[in-house]
Each structure stands twice: as C-alpha cells, then as structure tokens.
C-alpha cells in the first residue's frame, strides 16, 4: 500500500502520487463541508439575528463560498508542488499577452465582486437594465440572470449593472408612482371627470391609499382635454395589468357618465369657396 501511495507519476517537470490525488480529492470534500458547515449553521443563525434580508443574505454566502474554494485551490496546488508565487507570476505575465482579449472578461468579474459586496443589485429585486423589466434570480462572479416578466431568464454580464443605469425599484423605501394618461371632449365637465378618474383607481387592491393618487388637468390639447392619473403601488412587475385594469375602469365609468374620450379631428378652412362651389356646379366635379 505504502509503495502504491508513494508510486510517482511525471507530469512535464512536477512529480504527482497517488497519495497526492488523495490528498487533493479530500481538500476538495472538506472545503466542501466546511461552506456547508458555515452556511447552515453560522450564517443562518447570523442572519436570523440581524434580520439580513434575502439578496445580503446571497451576497455574504457567495462572498465566503469563493474565498473557501480559492483557498482550497491553493492548497491543492501546494500539495502538488506547485507553488502559488508561481502561479501568481505566470499569471500576471499571461494577463500582459491576452489582456486585451479578455479585458470585458475580467471586467465582468470584477462587476460581480463589486455587486456582491456593495449590493447594489440584490437577488429578489426589480431592475430595469438594458431595456428589461425583471427580477433579480442569481448573481454568479461573471453574469446576473435576470427573469423577465414574460418569465424568460436574461443573462446579463456584471459590469452592464454597475457601468450603466440601473434602476432598482426595491431600493426605494417609499412605493413608486405611475400614471395614466386619457383625454375627455372639449366641454365636458372638469370637476365631474377628475371625480370619476379619483374613483377609478380609489378601489383598485394593488393601489395604496397612502400616499393616495392624484389627478392633474394636464393640458388643453388639441383636440381634447389632457389629464393625467397619478397613482402609488408596489406591483412592479405586473403594473401594466394595474394600469390596463385602470383604463377599462375609466371607460366604464366615461360610458355610464356620457363623458366622451375624443380621437383627434382637424378643421379645413378654404380659401376662395364661392370659386370652388361654382366650378362643381358648372363642371358636376373639381377642376384641378
């Protein structure tokens, strides 16, 4: 047995044994036990304690998973005799020849260090980021998956999150406010609207009553009275559907109430009309 762990295999100019692989196996298994150790009964207990919400209780947990693995990768690489100072220098020198090839790479990476540890985006927010509405699923070292309201997952590089404008609706303490727009005819009674667009969206469940909605008599348009319906929620995701449900209730409301919502019209003034009349007349159609 001792001669079969001791047998030495030469791998370019390092010496590897089977004990070795043992070794290297078990470094993995333990690291492995160690992270499980520390989530399930450290930090669940931490977090519980300080009531850490669930996108910092990610954060912290991946954070310490890739400093345990990194450590273990050390070590694995000592038993093997390869020395880290090594490593560190063939990479730095490897960094100099492909760093333009890989510059986005390592930006992504660094973004999702940034990320986990400044948590800015946290798993279970609602982002806006690159023209997408979606919940925050999981944040790996390089890329954020991002679920869509359509529930489809976009992956999304690191550095999208933190170069660019985001906009986290969770990182708001107060409800966000949305609108809807509608237009009423050109004499219809102003005091009498802004009741009934108030009631459209008083009884709504997904609409707070603090801070309560508002309606403001935007603008003589031309060819309708412009009024736009202020309201506060929490239902980002499906606040399109809020504001659908809104405008069926409007119409509803417009219909009962004989208030009429206008399409656009244009007046046609002519010029020299008596001219054009008697040409009709003499001709029975319009001379160009």
Excluded: C
């Excluded at 304690?49 to 669930?54: A, F, G, K, Q, Y």
């Excluded at 912290?60 to 005799?81: C, D, E, N, P, R």
């Excluded at 660019?164 to 966000?176: C, D, L, P």
């Amino acid at each position: 047995m001792k001669e079969f762990l001791e047998y030495q295999i030469q791998i370019g100019g390092y010496i590897i044994t089977p004990l070795n692989i043992i070794f290297t196996v078990g470094i993995i298994v333990f690291a492995q036990i160690i992270f499980w150790a520390i989530s399930r009964f450290f930090l669940k207990r931490l977090f519980q304690l300080r009531e850490v919400d669930v996108g910092r209780q990610y954060a912290v947990t991946q954070f310490i998973k890739y400093f345990i693995y990194i450590l273990a990768f050390l070590m694995v690489l000592q038993s093997i005799g390869i020395k880290p100072t090594a490593i560190l220098a063939g990479g730095a020198a490897l960094m100099v020849g492909i760093g333009l090839g890989l510059q986005q790479t390592f930006n992504d990476l660094i973004s999702g260090f940034i990320l986990l540890i400044d948590g800015t985006v946290e798993v279970g927010d609602v982002v806006l980021v690159d023209n997408t509405i979606g919940t925050v699923k999981k944040i790996s070292i390089r890329t954020t998956h991002v679920e869509t309201r359509d529930e489809v997952v976009k992956i999304i590089p690191n550095s999208k999150l933190v170069n660019e404008n985001v906009v986290n609706w969770n990182h708001n303490k107060k409800a966000n406010r949305f609108q809807v727009n509608v237009g009423v005819a050109y004499g219809s009674d102003v005091k009498k609207v802004t009741d009934i667009l108030m009631e459209a969206v008083n009884h709504h469940e997904q609409i707070l009553n603090i801070p309560k909605p508002r309606i403001l008599f935007k603008d003589f348009g031309g060819s309708s009275l412009d009024f736009e319906v202020f309201f506060y929620s929490r239902s980002y995701l499906s606040i399109e559907f809020v504001k659908s449900d809104i405008r069926y209730r409007i119409t509803e409301l417009f219909q009962q109430n004989n208030i009429e919502i206008p399409f656009p019209q244009r007046d046609l003034w002519l010029r020299n009309p008596e001219t054009l009349m008697q040409s009709i007349e003499r001709n029975g159609h319009l001379i160009d």
